[in-house]
């Protein structure tokens, strides 16, 4: 073989070994962006960050920015009426609420298209709604598979499993404010713009919850005027269309 076909034969194979490794590079880096995960939370939601380890515990990336979600959600195109405590983004999706990794890993896969998925409100028993206070507790919720336009459809069911010792079920917004019990709490945020305030909180009796920080919403955003941080307070809590609302709150005298 002469001496200048055999140098030809070596630069094609270098250079077909050369694109196969830039391509391979390309797929890396799409495959590191389709599993970044950016959350948009509140610092004080403890269930927003046990779903931030599900994810990590996943396989994903995740990127974290305390800053509430409020802003985000309106941003990124997701319905409020379908929102929940954290919004995230991965793989060009919008991600609402305690989504379980295994819906996002197909959602990635599959590549429908939509705006994203959402779990709105924040049911019990779906990752960072699952620890061991609640005892086993699971209600049921649908992931939901969410359209540009607003509009939305299941993804996948979730059904519920709920202990025999509650009794009478969870209370809701219809119930009257006089007969829901006082719950304490310790004020840990405050959004006004948003309605909503983050409590260290005890049990609340009527909705079968367990001790533990959240992000509350609120009925009267007129109650936030007088809370602060850091101070003690007792509430009313009901549970609406999957989400949580203070009903009634009150700065507990020192």
Not at 63 to 83: S, Y
Not at 106 to 132: Q, Y
Not at 160 to 181: E, I, N, V, Y
Request: glycine share 10%; proline share 6%.
């Amino acid at each position: 073989m002469p001496h200048s076909t055999f140098t030809v034969m070596q630069r094609r194979h270098w250079l077909a070994a050369a694109a196969l490794l830039a391509l391979t590079g390309f797929q890396r880096n799409a495959l590191a962006q389709a599993t970044t995960v950016q959350v948009w939370k509140d610092p004080n939601c403890g269930c927003c960050h046990l779903w931030v380890e599900h994810l990590q515990a996943s396989g994903f990336k995740v990127e974290v920015r305390d800053v509430g979600n409020t802003a985000a959600r309106k941003r990124l195109g997701m319905p409020e009426k379908l929102g929940s405590c954290h919004t995230a983004t991965v793989g060009g999706y919008v991600i609402e609420g305690h989504v379980p990794a295994a819906d996002i890993h197909r959602l990635i896969k599959e590549r429908p298209l939509a705006l994203g998925l959402s779990v709105p409100g924040m049911p019990i028993g779906s990752p960072g709604m699952d620890g061991p206070e609640y005892k086993g507790r699971k209600d049921a919720y649908d992931v939901l598979l969410v359209q540009k336009d607003g509009s939305s459809k299941s993804f996948q069911h979730y059904p519920g499993l709920r202990r025999m010792a509650q009794q009478g079920g969870l209370q809701r917004a219809s119930d009257g404010a006089s007969t829901l019990p006082w719950a304490t709490a310790e004020v840990r945020r405050i959004d006004k713009v948003a309605r909503k305030v983050a409590l260290k909180h005890g049990e609340i009796k009527n909705l079968d919850m367990p001790p533990m920080s959240m992000v509350f919403q609120v009925k009267n955003p007129e109650q936030l005027d007088p809370l602060q941080v850091g101070r003690k307070v007792r509430f009313q809590a009901v549970q609406e269309n999957g989400a949580y609302w203070v009903v009634k709150i009150e700065v507990v005298a020192m």
